[in-house]
């Protein structure tokens, strides 16, 4: 099963975590005890999670907010690109499984969604009790930029960009809210859970050997222009000339003319048989193992001439090419000084996922198991006979 959760607070973009943390803390100015580390051990923000009835069906309580099926059942999860809640995910499996069946499939994303929703609470919670003076007018103002962004992100279109927010199952009060609790989370997980020591050069180049295959890896690339002469194609009046003969003749006297001074790319419209002979035999940087018969040969012919220059006449299989080069690179990897930015941010990044699997595993100690699971299995039994009706 391949999906994302939709989790804003605990699973944000790298670089959208960056940005909101500094932002957050120039709004607020920072607070008591903000240079605490990672390092400094378990960080008490955990309340009792209970169970309970409200009009007959269950809850879970945290910390005084109640958290229902319907919020577990309904909340947006990114599948292909689009938002789907779990109902609507799970609807055909639901109708195709047994009641057993489907528990087992459908159990993993109902428990991170349920734990996602347990852990935005209690993070939120406990960063506002960081503050001794009112955030909110500040908080008000960072959550109307970011409204403000997403809908700059649809040209302006606000029906769009409603409708984005509707697959979300969001409308624009309660995605304003929710970029409040984002926000203010950031900040205290940014100051409060992230080992924040600098970052050494010795983790910058480690970072970037694990990563430089992947990422960094830059392949060989081409660009030149082509005047591609096939014999098959002249027009000759006289049915004695060999037509490979010919080509050839006129190849040479088009490389006297272009030596002479003549535009290369006028004379490849007027003489090239080839395909990008209407954009003056320009062929757009392409790798060179991409050539294909016969073109295959220009690779070998590209690597013996520097940009701006000729090459010609080669020939093969029926044809005759003229090559001006346009441009090269061999293949490689980015610098690292030109990536230490991005192997920065890695590293921020993998410190913040290294915290939060930490969070995560203290919050789970914080559930009662029969409790969670009988949660739980009441969503996915609802699911099931909301599915099977």
């Not at 789907?84 to 109902?110: N, R």
């Not at 734990?115 to 506002?128: G, N, P, T, V, W």
Request: glycine content about 4%.
């Amino acid at each position: 099963m391949n999906f994302t959760l939709y989790r804003p607070t605990l699973r944000p973009r790298m670089r959208n975590s960056i940005f909101l943390s500094i932002l957050i803390f120039l709004l607020i100015g920072g607070c008591e005890d903000s240079n605490q580390s990672a390092e400094s051990g378990h960080i008490a923000i955990m309340q009792k999670i209970t169970a309970s009835k409200v009009a007959g069906e269950s809850v879970l309580v945290v910390s005084g907010e109640v958290i229902t099926s319907s919020d577990i059942i309904e909340s947006p999860v990114e599948l292909n690109g689009r938002y789907v809640s779990p109902k609507e995910h799970f609807k055909l499996l639901a109708k195709t499984s047994t009641p057993q069946e489907f528990k087992k499939l459908a159990q993993p994303l109902i428990d991170e969604i349920l734990m996602s929703k347990i852990s935005e609470i209690l993070l939120y919670q406990q960063a506002k009790r960081q503050f001794e003076k009112n955030i909110d007018e500040a908080l008000e103002k960072a959550a109307e930029k970011e409204v403000r962004k997403f809908f700059m992100e649809f040209g302006g279109d606000e029906a769009k960009a409603e409708g984005k927010l509707k697959q979300m199952g969001m409308d624009r009060q309660k995605f304003k809210e929710n970029r409040k609790r984002f926000i203010l989370t950031q900040w205290y997980i940014s100051t409060k859970l992230i080992d924040n020591k600098p970052i050494t050069h010795t983790e910058l180049m480690n970072c970037y050997k694990q990563m430089k295959e992947q990422y960094f890896f830059t392949p060989a690339k081409l660009e030149f222009r082509l005047i591609d002469i096939q014999p098959a194609e002249l027009d000759v009046t006289d049915p004695n000339l060999d037509k490979l003969e010919q080509a050839g003749t006129l190849a040479n006297q088009l490389i006297e003319r272009i030596q002479a001074g003549e535009d290369f790319s006028e004379l490849a419209k007027q003489y090239s048989h080839g395909h990008m002979r209407e954009f003056g035999g320009l062929w757009k940087p392409i790798q060179p193992e991409s050539l294909a018969e016969p073109y295959d040969v220009l690779a070998a012919e590209a690597e013996k001439i520097e940009p701006g220059q000729i090459a010609g006449p080669i020939e093969a299989e029926e044809h005759i090419f003229i090559m001006k080069l346009e441009d090269k690179c061999s293949k490689g990897f980015q610098p690292f000084e030109k990536v230490q930015a991005e192997l920065e941010q890695k590293i921020f990044f993998d410190r913040r996922q290294k915290a939060l699997e930490k969070l995560d595993a203290e919050l789970a100690q914080q559930v009662d198991m029969n409790e969670k699971n009988e949660f739980i299995d009441f969503c996915i039994d609802k699911i099931y006979q909301m599915s099977n009706q």
